[in-house]
Nanobody, 114 residues
């Protein structure tokens, strides 16, 4: 069993920045996939970014060049640095961990508004 806990959300003005953190604990493995999804009100959950333990990344097109995912394998932690935030980035951000099955964090709210 794996526990996934994220933090770092909040209210920010357009153009601002936030840094999300997510730590996985329990029966974690080094080859797991970790990343971030988000869900805006009235919309389906969508992928934001993922990263393998070896450093391969995948980004949603709308966040390329603005968001950066990073990972500290020793701490079983993944981060999402979000710059140049836009109102359309608003939503609940969920940390994602995959090995044999999917595990999800509880979600952290990100609101971008002036």
């Amino acid at each position: 069993q794996v526990q996934v806990v994220e933090s770092g959300g909040g209210l920010v003005q357009p153009g601002g920045s936030l840094r999300l953190s997510c730590a996985a604990s329990g029966s974690v493995v080094a080859i797991s996939l970790m990343g971030w999804y988000r869900q805006a009100p009235g919309k389906e959950r969508e992928l934001v970014a993922t990263m393998t333990s070896s450093g391969r990344t995948n980004y949603e097109n709308s966040v390329k060049g603005r968001f950066t995912i990073s990972r500290d394998n020793a701490k079983n932690t993944v981060y999402l640095q979000m710059n140049s935030l836009k109102p359309e980035d608003t939503g609940v951000y969920y940390c994602y961990y995959y090995w044999l099955r999917s595990y999800w964090g509880q979600g952290t709210q990100v609101t971008v508004s002036s």
